[in-house]
């Protein structure tokens, strides 16, 4: 573990960093490779080896160690947050290495923490899950959620407890459900199956001993209260049914038992009102089941007295004084209701079979009225009558009963309706439906107890106060749209106000318009009463407002119309047809600013008038694409002409230079033109070719003149080393003619000039010496000065000893040209001319004035002039 700690300084390899290194100056130095560095690593490496673990001891060795691995091998053995913390605040600007470990330590220890936390808070939910009566699955798996998130591995145990225990009550809540379902399915099956009356007892005391044991159960609260009512209403209809049956049994067997006893008595001790008032006292029988037994006994019953001796019809007395005698009763006819009596009797029978109980007490009044009438039943009858009207009751206190436990559950229904977050309008309905119900319940079942009503409309009203309030606002808000609608109306009145008086633009009218239909489209629901005036009148301001807006708008379509033939018209080969385009398109622009017109109108003629634009902008593409092949042509045609005059430029000579520029400037000229992008650089490169084709004939022309400078030089110093000789000054010879002859031929002017006064000089040598050489003294002031013009006008330098004589001559030369208007062209003109003056005129020169000449000369020729 600690062999690293042991190496000498020189181990490193090479591009390791040395050991120390981010640590301060001090240590680097203190761990260098001094003398006594490696007997102090060695002595505290020993140290570190005794630690053996002691978080106390190592954090004491880190404070106190000066060399850095020896400090992040002992941080190795620190783990206490209060440890971490103090070793972290010691090293924090001291070893980066430690104290980087260390924030490493702290922060999972940190973290571990806040999921211990966060793991006991959850634990601590589970248990209260546990101790909650009431347990959902949606608990459970929200606590499942928050536990997979959570790292506390030493809290799983528990947790796992806590939750096996949360899964087992989950599970007696499924069962309990499940056998609950199961038990009132088959409560509802008993009814149908064919048992007797005691099975039937039984069966229904098992459900109802196991439904008493689930209620009792710890899981109980989880059972749907709904299915626990309907279970009590089922098996209390059933307990009814049972109770009816033996209650049945009980009246078949005293009928039975008072028939049996009857008819043992004698026919003498028997009395038939008595027998019919002790029949009527017996229990009745209500139940369908028991009717046919209870029509036998009935028969038994009628037999019985009719078995019974009849009493004799006593004799009517007959009026002392009647117009018409009463006529007796046949012997034998007895009383008795009419058929109408005996019909609605039956109707009520089938009524009360169909459990139609309002229609069956309609029908017992209309029974009622007609005994009212004094009707007489016979005794049968009226046994008939009262069994059907203790059916009706017995009913009537059924349906009553029942009637109360639904408007139980009614108020049940109604209470849950505010947790049920329902729409308004469905909540109102709900509602609605509550109290229909409730109508019809008082109709079935009678009138309500009145503390049950209070309770129903209480319920009935805080239900329905949400579905109020929002009504409420909904009346507000039509309202407050009726009075929109109505500012609506006043605001196009009052823009009809302007266009009447020439107030209005039609570009505001437009707006207006649109705007106003806009808005009356968003208004909102207004009440029905409101709707159909406010619509009446908006319809006619609109329509006010619309009709000369519409015959604007027609003079409009007709201008765009224009606008459109006007752009189909254009010559697309015109060079101002953008131009054109470009108008027209700005006329569109203001004609759509001033009055826009309707939508569907506006993108129709824009869709026209864009199309017949792209047209014309294809069209000149076209005629665009074709000119620039033409252009292309004719870029390639004057390239060609500027690569001509770039490789003629090389061997041109000044006598076809000439001819070649002319020839191409003239071929320029003749090609067209050439696409814009590239005609600065076409022109440029022309240009550039010309004048290339320029230089190298003006270097031409100046060497040609240069050469002809110096054969003109030589000349002249032979025609004035001759007309030294004239005048004596220089040596007399022979060969002049030669020498003359020996020398390159001049242009034909400057020749001509020099061979007349050569001749001249010659002809003085053999005769009129003396005078020529007078002539050749008197001319020297005259060259003197026509040499310091000719320098003026050339702009050489004439010497400082003429300065004088030279500002003189200029200022002389100055006003001669002022008065003459002499121009450059005429200068250089002046000054060839000169220049062959001086060349004609003999004078006798010294070499001062010889070599001004020359220099005059070579100026004037290297210029071209």
Request: hydrophobic fraction near 40%; charged fraction near 30%.
């Amino acid at each position: 573990m600690f062999e690293f700690l042991f190496k000498r300084p020189g181990d490193n390899k090479p591009g390791d960093k040395p050991a120390g290194q981010g640590a301060q100056p001090e240590q680097a130095a203190s761990s260098g490779s001094g003398s006594n560095a490696a007997p102090q690593r060695a002595l505290q490496a020993e140290k570190l080896s005794r630690i053996q673990g002691d978080e106390a001891a190592a954090v004491e060795f880190i404070l106190q160690c000066e060399f850095s691995e020896l400090r992040l091998a002992a941080a190795e053995f620190v783990h206490g947050p209060e440890l971490l913390e103090r070793v972290h605040t010691a090293m924090r600007n001291t070893d980066r290495r430690v104290a980087k470990l260390m924030q490493s330590r702290l922060d999972a220890h940190r973290h571990r923490e806040s999921e211990r936390r966060r793991g006991e808070a959850t634990l601590e939910q589970a248990r209260g899950l546990l101790k909650d009566e009431l347990l959902t699955p949606n608990h459970v798996a929200d606590l499942d959620r928050k536990w997979t998130v959570i790292a506390a591995p030493e809290l799983q145990e528990e947790f796992a407890g806590v939750r096996a225990a949360l899964a087992q009550r989950l599970e007696a809540q499924v069962q309990l459900q499940r056998a609950m379902i199961d038990r009132l399915a088959a409560l509802r099956r008993l009814p149908g199956e064919p048992l007797s009356s005691d099975e039937l007892a039984a069966r229904l005391e098992a459900l109802t001993r196991e439904q008493a044991e689930a209620l009792q159960a710890a899981e109980h609260p989880s059972l749907p209260r709904s299915l626990v009512a309907e279970f009590g209403l089922e098996a209390q209809k059933l307990q009814a049914s049972l109770h009816e049956i033996e209650a049945g049994r009980a009246a078949l067997a005293a009928r039975e038992t008072f028939i049996t006893e009857q008819q043992a008595r004698p026919v003498t001790e028997l009395n038939a009102d008595a027998l019919r008032k002790e029949w009527h006292r017996l229990p009745q029988l209500a139940q369908p089941a028991h009717r046919e037994a209870a029509a036998a006994l009935q028969q038994r019953f009628d037999a019985l007295l009719a078995s019974l001796p009849q009493p004799e019809a006593r004799k009517p007395r007959e009026p002392k004084e009647s117009p018409k005698p009463k006529e007796a009763k046949e012997p034998g006819r007895s009383r008795g209701a009419d058929q109408h009596f005996l019909d609605i009797m039956d109707a009520m029978e089938a009524a009360l079979q169909q459990g139609s109980l309002g229609t069956a007490a309609e029908l017992d009044k209309s029974l009622k009225e007609a005994r009212e009438k004094g009707m007489r039943l016979t005794p049968a009858q009226s046994d008939r009558l009262a069994h059907v009207r203790a059916e009706l009751k017995r009913l009537s206190d059924w349906a009553r009963w029942g009637g109360n436990v639904s408007r139980e559950e009614l108020i049940k229904t109604v209470e849950a309706l505010p947790t049920q977050n329902l729409a308004m309008s469905e909540l109102a309905k709900k509602v609605g439906s509550m109290r229909e119900r409730w109508k019809a319940l008082d109709s079935l079942s009678g009138a309500a107890p009145k503390s049950l009503w209070e309770r129903f409309d209480a319920a009935c009203t805080a239900a329905y106060a949400p579905a109020a309030a929002h009504f409420r606002h909904l009346a507000d808000e039509r309202h407050a749209n009726a009075a929109r609608g109505q500012a609506l109306i006043d605001e196009a009145n009052a823009e009809i106000g302007r266009l009447q008086s020439g107030e209005a633009e039609w570009k505001h009218v437009a707006g207006t318009v649109q705007r106003l239909r806009l808005a009356w489209s968003h208004l909102g629901a207004i009440d029905r009463k409101d709707k159909k005036r406010l619509d009446a009148l908006f319809t006619d301001a609109l329509n006010t407002l619309q009709g000369p807006l519409e015959e604007q708008r027609k003079g409009e379509m007709a201008t765009r119309e224009a606008i459109i033939e006007e752009a189909a018209a254009i010559d697309p080969h015109d060079r101002h047809a953008i131009d054109i385009m470009r108008a027209l398109q700005q006329r569109w622009q203001e004609h759509a600013r001033t009055l826009p017109l309707e939508r569907k109108s506006e993108q129709a003629l824009w869709q026209r008038f864009r199309s017949v634009c792209d047209e014309v902008f294809r069209r000149r593409k076209d005629s665009m694409h074709e000119a620039d092949i033409e252009r292309r042509a004719h870029e390639a045609a004057k390239e060609a002409i500027s690569v001509r005059l770039e490789a003629a430029a090389t061997d041109v000579t000044p006598a076809t230079a000439g001819k070649l520029l002319r020839d191409a400037a003239a071929e320029w000229q003749a090609i067209g033109p050439v696409p814009r992008a590239h005609e600065a650089r076409v022109e440029k490169r022309y240009h550039a070719a010309v004048a290339q084709v320029q230089q190298k004939l003006e270097a031409a022309r100046r060497a040609a003149g240069v050469a002809q400078a110096g054969q003109l030089r030589d000349r002249l110093r032979l025609v004035q080393e001759l007309e030294h000789a004239v005048a004596g000054e220089g040596a007399a010879e022979s060969d002049w003619e030669a020498r003359w002859n020996a020398l390159p031929p001049l242009d034909a002017d400057m020749e001509r000039t020099l061979r007349n006064r050569f001749d001249a000089a010659l002809r003085a040598m053999h005769e009129g010496r003396e005078t020529y050489g007078q002539l050749l003294e008197r001319n020297r002031d005259k060259l003197l000065h026509d040499l310091l013009r000719a320098e003026i006008r050339a702009g050489i330098d004439s010497g400082a000893e003429f300065a004088r004589e030279r500002l003189k001559l200029q200022v002389e030369v100055l006003q001669s040209s002022l008065k003459s208007g002499h121009k450059g062209g005429q200068k250089d003109s002046g000054a060839g001319s000169q220049l062959h003056e001086l060349a004609a005129l003999p004078a006798l020169l010294d070499a001062r004035t010889a070599s001004r000449i020359e220099q005059l000369f070579l100026r004037l020729a290297r210029e071209g002039k």
